[in-house]
T-cell receptor, first 113, second 114 residues
Framework: GNSVTQMEGPVTLSEEAFLTINCTYT??????LFWYVQYPGEGLQLLLK?????DKGSNKGFEATYRKETTSFHLEKGSVQVSDSAVYFC????????????FGDGTTLTVKP | GAGVSQTPSNKVTEKGKYVELRCDPI?????LYWYRQSLGQGPEFLIY????????DSGLPNDRFFAVRPEGSVSTLKIQRTERGDSAMYLC????????????FGPGTRLTVL
C-alpha cells in the first residue's frame, strides 16, 4: 500500500537558518505530492504541491521538488522565521484513487529568535 | 468565504455511548473527506464522499463507524458503542471535486472516550 515517511522531529533551528525536512514515499502509479502545515491552534493548510515528476512546488519561501528516481519530496527553506514554527506533514494522493490522502506522521519545527 | 466547520469542537463521552460528529464543507464543494488523527501521528483516511455517495470507505476501522451525506453537503460521522481507542481528533476536509484539487481542512473535533 501507499506510505509516507518523514524525518523524525522535533527540529529546532535559529532564525535565518536553512531548513530541510526529508520525506520519502512508497506508492504505485504516479501520485501527487503535498506538504501541509499546521500552525498552533489551527487546522491543516496546504503549503505546496507537485503533481508530476521533476515539478517544483513553492510557497512562502518553501520549496519541494518531486523526485521520482529517489521517491522523495524534501521540504526546504533558505531562511526560517519564528513564524514558521509549526508541524509539517508530507502527503500523497494517487492518481487512480485521488480522493484519499496518505500522510506522514508530521515533523514539529521550532524556530528560536 | 466561510471555511470548513466542524461541530462540536470537543466531545467527551463514556465508553459504550453513541456519538455523532458533524462537518459543514465549503459551499459548492462536491467532495468531502473524513480523517482521524491520533496524537503524534498524521491524519489517517476514513472515508470520502463524492456528492451523496461514499466513493471510498476503505479506511473505516470497523462496522461501529458510519458516515452519511444525504444531501451532498453536510456530513455526519457516527460512532456506535465507543471505545477508549476511538479517542482522537477527527478531521473533515472538502474539495472542489476529487482528484488532485486542494483539500481544505476544518479545525477538527477532539473526541475523548472515558
Amino acid at each position: 500500500g501507499n506510505s509516507v515517511t518523514q524525518m523524525e522531529g522535533p527540529v529546532t533551528l535559529s532564525e535565518e537558518a536553512f531548513l530541510t525536512i526529508n520525506c520519502t514515499y512508497t506508492a504505485t502509479g504516479y501520485p501527487s505530492l503535498f506538504w501541509y502545515v499546521q500552525y498552533p491552534g489551527e487546522g491543516l493548510q496546504l503549503l505546496l504541491k507537485a503533481t508530476k515528476a521533476d515539478d517544483k512546488g513553492s510557497n512562502k519561501g518553501f520549496e519541494a521538488t518531486y523526485r521520482k528516481e529517489t521517491t522523495s519530496f524534501h521540504l526546504e527553506k533558505g531562511s526560517v522565521q519564528v513564524s514558521d514554527s509549526a508541524v509539517y506533514f508530507c502527503a500523497l494522493r494517487r492518481g487512480t484513487n485521488a480522493g484519499k490522502s496518505t500522510f506522514g506522521d508530521g515533523t514539529t519545527l521550532t524556530v528560536k529568535p | 468565504g466561510a471555511g470548513v466547520s466542524q461541530t462540536p469542537s470537543n466531545k467527551v463521552t463514556e465508553k459504550g455511548k453513541y456519538v455523532e460528529l458533524r462537518c459543514d464543507p465549503i459551499s459548492g464543494h462536491t467532495a468531502l473527506y473524513w480523517y482521524r488523527q491520533s496524537l503524534g501521528q498524521g491524519p489517517e483516511f476514513l472515508i470520502y464522499f463524492q456528492g451523496t455517495g461514499a466513493a471510498d470507505d476503505s479506511g473505516l476501522p470497523n462496522d461501529r463507524f458510519f458516515a452519511v451525506r444525504p444531501e451532498g453537503s453536510v456530513s455526519t460521522l457516527k460512532i456506535q458503542r465507543t471505545e477508549r481507542g476511538d479517542s482522537a481528533m477527527y478531521l473533515c476536509a472538502s474539495s472542489n471535486e476529487a482528484g488532485h484539487n486542494e483539500q481544505f481542512f476544518g479545525p477538527g473535533t477532539r473526541l475523548t472516550v472515558l
